[in-house]
């Protein structure tokens, strides 16, 4: 823990989050630490054990940790698409809400984002299938009557398909 770890868009990159194939090179570093290279973004905040995997053999902060980190450098859009990823991935949102609590006592931005988003999402019962899919839902999914992954049935009742988008009463 002493040097830091792999954090913020780097760990996103790690990850394999959408949206995140390549970026800066990001350490999070203990407060007290100071370094300087060439092309590397260094933030300074405090981490706990809890907050810390490895990918690759490589050190960085956990999924939880890191789209908290990722509210404070990109637009929510993004993160969005990020949660999105993560809970089509099988991470826990009540993980995900948890980390974002402890880290928005240090009075940072990123995990009142995460927070917003998690709040946003509480009624959904499914994640997107894709990051377009997000994408297109910001951008139709504020005309009335539009819902999301809207079930199909025949008129006995058996199953046709699922619809990422449809108007029901149409």
């Keep these: 823990r002493g040097a830091g770890v792999a954090g913020f868009r780097a760990a996103a990159a790690l990850h394999g ?8 090179l990001e350490l999070l570093v203990p407060t007290s630490r100071h370094i300087r290279l060439p092309a590397l ?6 981490f706990e054990h809890v907050d810390l995997t490895a990918v690759d053999g490589i050190r960085c902060t956990s999924i939880a940790r890191t789209l908290c980190d990722l509210g404070a450098v990109e637009p929510p859009g993004r993160v ?10 099988g991470v826990s ?3 995900l809400r948890t980390t974002a609590e402890r880290l928005a006592r240090h009075a940072q931005r990123g ?9 946003e999402s509480e009624g959904r019962l499914v994640a997107t299938e894709s990051a377009l899919e997000v994408q297109v839902e910001e951008v139709i999914g504020s005309l009335p009557g539009v819902v999301r992954q809207h079930p199909i049935h025949r008129s006995d009742g058996s199953f046709v398909a699922r619809v990422d988008f449809a108007v029901p009463e149409l």
């Design 17 to 24: 989050v959408d949206g995140f194939d390549e970026g800066p």
């Design 41 to 46: 973004v260094v933030h300074r905040g405090p």
């Design 80 to 89: 969005r698409i990020a949660v999105e990823w993560a809970w089509r991935h």
């Design 93 to 95: 949102r009540r993980w």
């Design 111 to 119: 995990p009142d984002v995460l927070l917003s988003l998690l709040d």
